[in-house]
């Protein structure tokens, strides 16, 4: 009998934690050159149509692979009581070498959209949604004719993604570059954008749109102060450190189980 409470409550502790650990939070390990969090009185950037990719480049600062990403969205014209957040059919992640700043030629991925080192389409169960957070929030979408509407919206969400399986391995000292895409059901009318972040890395955001600028990157700047924007994401570290002292609590549990039943 004993043997079973130790064993159930080694499954419990095992299974508790992975809600919380399915978010990020402010002080939570990271693998990049530090988080670039959200500004809850920036900028959401429209993720667009199918063929834009939104990019922005970080520092690896442990190799190993990138199991788990971390990003901040906002809906456009979400300013009523909390809504219901839109069904996003699909989100693709992709992974860019570094191409560095030349001349008067801003630093940006290597290759086209279309050529990532590393991709993949993550669908509704793949990944979750936090519960809001607020803050008066401005929506810009940069292709041609622009749109800019400061106080737009006042929510904003945290994506996770875990646990990625074939993910891409990354390399100490090596920067990348994150593209992502969102897409959301065509029966809504809602468009989702990507947030901008309060920390700045090396050059700025970028996004591509084959339909609306040509076979480009082009570079994200604040619409009001040509600024520099970044995107606000955070690459995590593979195994969490905590789901490896559960898992070794539950072995303990289980030889001290075992142990006792002889």
């Given at each position: 009998?004993?043997?079973?409470?130790?064993?159930?409550?080694?499954?419990?502790?095992?299974?508790?934690?992975?809600?919380?650990?399915?978010?990020?939070?402010?002080?939570?390990?990271?693998?990049?050159?530090?988080?670039?969090?959200?500004?809850?009185?920036?900028?959401?950037?429209?993720f667009g149509p199918p063929h834009r990719v939104l990019a922005d480049d970080w520092l690896c600062t442990g190799t190993g692979p990138v199991t788990d990403i971390h990003f901040w969205v906002s809906i456009h014209g979400d300013v009523g009581p909390v809504p219901q957040?839109?069904?996003?059919?699909?989100?693709?992640?992709?992974?860019?070498?570094?191409?560095?700043?030349?001349?008067?030629?801003?630093?940006?991925?290597?290759?086209?959209?279309?050529?990532?080192?590393?991709?993949?389409?993550?669908?509704?169960?793949?990944?979750?949604?936090?519960?809001?957070?607020?803050?008066?929030?401005?929506?810009?979408?940069?292709?041609?004719?622009?749109?800019?509407?400061?106080?737009?919206?006042?929510?904003?969400?945290?994506?996770?993604?875990?646990?990625?399986?074939?993910?891409?391995?990354?390399?100490?000292?090596?920067?990348?570059?994150?593209?992502?895409?969102?897409?959301?059901?065509?029966?809504?009318?809602?468009?989702?954008?990507?947030?901008?972040?309060?920390?700045?890395?090396?050059?700025?955001?970028?996004?591509?749109?084959?339909?609306?600028?040509?076979?480009?990157?082009?570079?994200?700047?604040?619409?009001?102060?040509?600024?520099?924007?970044?995107?606000?994401?955070?690459?995590?570290?593979?195994?969490?450190?905590?789901?490896?002292?559960?898992?070794?609590?539950?072995?303990?549990?289980?030889?001290?189980?075992?142990?006792?039943?002889?």
């Amino acid at each position: 009998m004993i043997h079973r409470k130790l064993w159930l409550l080694a499954v419990l502790v095992a299974l508790m934690p992975v809600a919380a650990w399915a978010d990020w939070n402010v002080g939570d390990p990271h693998k990049m050159h530090y988080p670039q969090l959200p500004n809850p009185f920036g900028w959401d950037v429209n993720f667009g149509p199918p063929h834009r990719v939104l990019a922005d480049d970080w520092l690896c600062t442990g190799t190993g692979p990138v199991t788990d990403i971390h990003f901040w969205v906002s809906i456009h014209g979400d300013v009523g009581p909390v809504p219901q957040f839109p069904a996003i059919t699909a989100i693709r992640a992709m992974i860019y070498a570094d191409k560095p700043a030349s001349g008067f030629e801003h630093s940006q991925p290597l290759t086209p959209a279309e050529l990532p080192l590393w991709q993949k389409t993550f669908v509704p169960g793949q990944f979750t949604v936090r519960p809001p957070e607020m803050g008066v929030q401005g929506w810009f979408d940069p292709l041609p004719p622009v749109i800019v509407i400061p106080n737009d919206h006042f929510y904003f969400y945290q994506i996770n993604i875990k646990d990625i399986v074939d993910p891409f391995i990354q390399q100490q000292g090596t920067i990348y570059w994150l593209g992502l895409h969102v897409d959301v059901d065509p029966l809504v009318s809602q468009q989702i954008g990507w947030k901008t972040s309060l920390q700045h890395f090396n050059d700025d955001g970028v996004f591509w749109d084959v339909g609306g600028m040509g076979m480009a990157w082009h570079e994200l700047r604040d619409p009001l102060t040509m600024e520099s924007l970044d995107l606000a994401f955070v690459i995590t570290p593979e195994p969490s450190t905590w789901a490896m002292l559960v898992g070794a609590l539950a072995i303990v549990l289980w030889t001290g189980a075992r142990t006792r039943r002889r």
